[in-house]
Nanobody
Framework: QVQLVESGGGLVQAGESLTLSCTAS????????MSWYRRPPAQGRELVAA????????IYTGSLKDRFSISRDNAKNTAYLHITSLKPEDTGVYSC???????????WGKGTLVTVSS
């Protein structure tokens, strides 16, 4: 059974840093591109960052590039989203996604809520 489990969310103060984790089981983790999405309150889901099987990382929203980064540890089957200088507008549910483009497999985690207070 495939599982993606996010962790690390919670209530934080503006200006603090946070690292979210996405731990996978039931898949060959190294074969999957890992992505992070977020869904702010009352808004649609947006792609935030992705990291390929060869460790090429991309932050998809220009305004986030200075504060967001993504990494992975294949030995731990875990992808990370690092966020610095948190802002109230970073509040939302952060979900991870795993895609094996060669096999057409895709999986989602349930998400972890990040709430940033001002």
């Amino acid at each position: 059974q495939v599982q993606l489990v996010e962790s690390g969310g919670g209530l934080v103060q503006a200006g603090e840093s946070l690292t979210l984790s996405c731990t996978a089981s039931g898949i060959t983790f190294s074969s999957f591109t890992m992505s992070w999405y977020r869904r702010p309150p009352a808004q649609g889901r947006e792609l935030v960052a992705a990291i390929t099987t060869t460790n090429v990382s991309t932050i998809y929203t220009g305004s986030l590039k200075d504060r967001f980064s993504i990494s992975r540890d294949n030995a731990k089957n875990t992808a990370y989203l690092h966020i610095t200088s948190l802002k109230p507008e970073d509040t939302g549910v952060y979900s991870c996604n795993a895609q094996d483009f060669k096999r057409g497999s895709e999986y989602w985690g349930k998400g972890t809520l990040v709430t940033v207070s001002s």
